[in-house]
């Protein structure tokens, strides 16, 4: 089934799907893959593989692979395996793995695995046992995992003095620079350059760049 012009289709075959112009995606029918390069609006996305380079827009989307480098919106994702180099806006995600290096819009992240951001994270709330973020820009509220690293994106070419901003960090090990945070809570803490922290709960060993400051240390 191909879609070159306007149009509705359902199809329960369980083959290879895509959509090139504009398209509807019917509620109910599961995909083995689903490809869109056109338009693409939906209520439910049921299928092994998607992948959007065009503008996919709707409810939720339960799938083994994702992949996006369009512009993918939806109310929420659960999902395996996620690879985000487009715009990926919506409420909640629930994956094993998502890595992102285009702009991140979305209310809750719940990552059992890994969780890789570079670009401009606009995040409310983050639960993942990693999570690696190379950038120096965008905001975060709640983080909560294992490992956290924040660390300079060699490709971000704005203000040198910009920071991510975030609400808090709840983490075992928590390495960071470039970044604004009100509160971290964890047990070993590596400040690195061009950090400002409010305040740092700290059960074990800490270490804070010359050039960063922390203006309440507690220890637990």
Same mark, same amino acid.
């Given at each position: 089934? /191909?879609? /070159?012009?306007?149009?509705?289709?359902?199809?329960?075959?369980?083959?290879?799907?895509r959509v090139l112009g504009t398209g509807e995606l019917s509620e109910g029918e599961h995909l083995q893959s689903l490809k869109v390069s056109g338009k693409c609006s939906f209520d439910k996305i049921s299928c092994d593989e998607l992948n959007v380079s065009g503008k996919c827009?709707?409810?939720?989307?339960?799938?083994r692979?994702?992949?996006?480098?369009?512009?993918?919106?939806?109310?929420n994702i659960t999902c395996d395996e996620i690879t985000a180099s487009g715009k990926c806006s919506g409420k909640s995600v629930d994956a094993k793995i998502f890595s992102a290096s285009g702009k991140v819009e979305v209310d809750s992240l719940t990552i059992a695995q890994t969780l890789k951001l570079s670009g401009r994270p606009q995040?409310?709330?983050? /639960?993942?046992?990693?999570?690696f973020i190379a950038t120096r820009d965008g905001s975060i509220g709640a983080?909560?995992?294992r490992?956290? /690293?924040?660390?300079?994106?060699? *490709?971000?070419?704005? *203000?040198?003095?910009?920071?991510?901003?975030?609400? *808090?960090?709840?983490?075992?090990?928590?390495?960071?620079? *470039?970044?604004?945070?009100a509160v971290i809570k964890c047990r070993d803490a590596v400040i690195g350059k061009n950090c400002a922290i409010e305040k740092l709960f700290?059960?074990?060993?800490?270490?804070?760049?010359?050039?960063?400051?922390?203006?309440?240390t507690i220890h637990t």
């Open positions: 089934m /191909k879609i /070159k012009g306007v149009g509705t289709y359902t199809d329960a075959s369980g083959r290879n799907h827009g709707g409810g939720s989307i339960t799938a692979d994702l992949k996006t480098s369009g512009e993918l919106e939806f109310d995040i409310d709330s983050v /639960k993942a046992d990693e999570i983080i909560k995992c490992h956290i /690293k924040i660390f300079h994106d060699e *490709n971000f070419f704005d *203000n040198q003095r910009s920071r991510v901003r975030i609400k *808090n960090i709840d983490a075992d090990t928590v390495e960071i620079e *470039n970044c604004e945070v700290v059960a074990g060993k800490c270490t804070v760049a010359d050039d960063s400051t922390v203006a309440e």
